[in-house]
């Protein structure tokens, strides 16, 4: 899709600015090589395999598509259906390599190129096309190399295929779906894998997903009316989940459930291999306030309790936890309500004045945690001793810090107001990770303040050369839901706000509370009911930040956002058109009964036990209330935040009387890649430059 504005169609051309830029970053269990993919530059979007070797610093292409599969597409109609599903839960837009696995030396890599299932030897180069029994998804290779593990039309298979198993198939032909991550899982738990080889490489440990008793969502494409209608099961709040369950699958033929609650504890959110003679699985009740790490003997499938977390509100994932460190002490999330912080075997670690965010593993014996530090716009990366003493820094700066690590090799990636840089840390050097994308157009200065009693995050972005006294309109950039934060000082999220400031708007963004990182207690604000909190803070902090800025216009403000963000506008001009006058609502979700299990029920509870929580967030009867310009905007094909949401609001409108204009993509999911997004933007732009003059 093509723009005529430069700024706009540099962000097409570029991929928001990420073509060129390296991820997926696997670094050896030695710390000596790392695999990534990354294309060839600003422009180019097909991701190619790559090694680095840290001894040498020599980068070497060990995969490139447009050899192995000339002439493919990289279309998303290409992938298997699976494989596109799960690009979808994870927001993955991929022409070239999407993914990869590789051994834990590296020195073997499997990929799959449109079902083509590949093994690369990365020390040559060399690639294999594998034999397959139908087109290969979420290849993984045995911790020798050897043998790839894959799922294929729903079935988990072995190539080269073992002796007992001659048509490669490892589990059974019963109607179920084999070695995936389920909807909720991928969408909503961080899990986004169902297979796991053991260690010694004799069995795999896979999930058996049954979704026949979930309802059935479809949707058409109406510009092409010759293609038939997709249906994909869907798990619906208040309604049944996937039926999952944990097999271990021996190459010998030998066969076993591991056994808990699944009644009680229906999702997995983490599973893996304490080596060959146990299994480590972290489970979670329906409504997530109860989440057990468990031990599984592989041999009998009997399951025992490690620890227990539970919450009245909810548990926060904090990922990497639970966990259990060498000497099988226990690492656990410990909240309080100004803190999240650390125990182990129940004993607070010392993380006084941090927020941790991750923890992402060992470095030199002590615990590397992604963390807060101060102001909730930083992301900082700290060094915690499990014996004892003060956490250690390794970050510098404002931005948005993380980190990756293996044996004693450190990338430490930094996204700070003069771009992001990649630096490892290995052996007593220190040198750059190559990243060819473009550079950023702004160097973006938000002024961010905390306001209201609630010390909510705030932003404010105006026109480069904007001269004090010169009133603006304002619009308000969204977002406002539970896990993402709006507010952060990573600077390609300021990018295209800075151009919508320098369109005429003085632009504010709000991290209201529910959203993360600023503490438990904030992000448990809206409990039972999102509506109520995240407006009232937005309409507080606007008229804050009034105070304090006197050029912003509050007699003409405007509101943008997708997804969560789209909800938020559309209620805005709903339920406040006094502090609103229009709002572009993308891919909104108007009525979360219809909207998944997993998030839903873990905010709202079950629509049967909180029926006036849900109805007070229904946004389809306030439809005849609507007095202010509203766009509403969505994908035809998104299978995450269904169509049906914004077109049952549309029909309410309609039928009440009140005019507004409804954008429809056909072909397009819940993201907007390619080019998508830029379009979407300029008639946003048009929109709102009519609703407010």
Request: charged share 20%; proline share 8%; glycine share 10%.
């Amino acid at each position: 899709m093509t723009t005529t504005d430069p700024f706009l169609a540099l962000s097409a051309r570029t991929g928001r600015f990420g073509y060129g830029s390296p991820r997926a970053v696997t670094l050896a269990e030695d710390g000596t090589r790392l695999l990534y993919l990354r294309s060839t530059g600003p422009e180019d979007p097909v991701e190619r395999l790559w090694l680095l070797d840290l001894t040498t610093r020599h980068e070497r292409l060990v995969a490139d598509p447009m050899v192995l599969a000339p002439g493919r597409t990289g279309a998303p109609a290409d992938l298997p259906v699976l494989e596109r599903r799960l690009r979808e839960r994870i927001r993955l837009r991929a022409p070239g390599i999407g993914s990869f696995a590789a051994t834990a030396d590296c020195s073997v890599a499997v990929l799959a190129l449109d079902g083509r299932l590949l093994r690369v030897d990365t020390a040559t180069g060399h690639a294999t096309e594998l034999p397959t029994a139908g087109p290969a998804f979420d290849p993984r290779p045995d911790p020798a190399g050897h043998r790839t593990a894959y799922v294929a039309d729903g079935a988990l298979h072995l190539t080269p295929a073992p002796a007992l198993h001659p048509g490669g198939a490892l589990s059974p032909a019963d109607g179920a779906v084999w070695g995936v991550a389920e909807f909720a899982a991928a969408e909503e738990l961080g899990r986004s894998r169902g297979h796991w080889w053991r260690p010694d490489g004799a069995a795999v440990l896979t999930t058996r997903i049954d979704e026949s008793a979930l309802p059935q969502r479809h949707f058409a494409d109406p510009a092409d009316p010759a293609r038939p209608a997709e249906s994909f099961a869907y798990p619906q709040a208040g309604g049944p989940n996937a039926d999952l369950q944990l097999w271990v699958l021996a190459l010998d033929g030998h066969k076993v459930r591991i056994d808990w609650d699944t009644a009680a504890f229906p999702y997995l959110c983490a599973a893996g291999w304490e080596g060959n003679g146990e299994i480590l699985l972290t489970v979670a009740d329906r409504l997530q306030q109860h989440v057990l790490l468990l031990s599984a003997d592989p041999a009998t499938g009997t399951t025992r309790e490690l620890s227990r977390t539970v919450d009245e509100f909810w548990v926060d994932d904090l990922p990497g936890t639970p966990a259990r460190l060498t000497g099988g002490r226990l690492l656990t999330a410990h909240d309080t309500p100004g803190a999240r912080g650390l125990a182990l075997d129940g004993k607070p670690l010392d993380t006084s004045g941090l927020q941790i965010r991750r923890v992402v593993g060992r470095l030199r014996g002590r615990l590397l945690v992604e963390s807060g530090e101060g102001d909730p716009a930083d992301q900082h990366v700290h060094l915690i001793d499990p014996e004892g003493g003060a956490p250690e820094r390794l970050s510098d700066g404002p931005g948005v810090h993380s980190a990756l690590a293996a044996g004693d090799t450190l990338l430490l990636s930094s996204a700070g107001p003069d771009g992001v840089r990649r630096q490892l840390h290995f052996r007593d050097t220190r040198f750059a990770l190559t990243d060819l994308a473009a550079a950023l157009p702004y160097r973006v200065a938000p002024q961010l303040a905390k306001v209201t009693e609630h010390g909510l995050p705030t932003a404010v972005v105006y026109p480069r050369g904007h001269l004090a006294g010169q009133r603006l309109p304002v619009l308000l950039d969204v977002y406002g839901g539970p896990g993402y934060q709006a507010v952060a000082n990573e600077p390609r999220r300021w990018q295209l706000r800075q151009w919508w400031a320098d369109q005429g708007f003085a632009v504010i963004t709000t991290d209201n509370r529910g959203t993360p990182f600023v503490s438990p207690a904030f992000s448990r604000a809206i409990f039972r009911r999102f509506s109520r909190v995240a407006l009232d803070d937005q309409v507080a902090a606007l008229h804050a930040l009034a105070e304090r800025h006197r050029d912003l216009d509050l007699a003409r403000v405007g509101v943008r956002g997708w997804s969560y963000g789209g909800y938020l506008a559309a209620l805005a001009v709903l339920r406040r058109p006094d502090v609103f006058h229009a709002a572009c609502a993308g891919a909104p979700p108007t009525d979360f009964r219809c909207y998944d299990t997993a998030y839903t029920e873990r905010y709202l509870g079950l629509p049967q036990d909180n029926p006036a929580g849900y109805a007070a967030d229904d946004l389809i009867p306030d439809a005849p209330s609507l007095s202010r310009p509203l766009l509403l905007i969505h994908g035809l094909a998104d299978d995450n935040v269904h169509p049906s949401h914004t077109l049952r609001l549309s029909r309410a409108l309609t039928l009440a009387g009140r005019p507004h204009s409804v954008l429809p993509l056909p072909g397009v999911t819940h993201m907007t890649p390619d080019g998508i997004n830029e379009r979407i933007t300029e008639a946003e732009l048009a929109f709102l430059r009519a609703a407010l003059s």
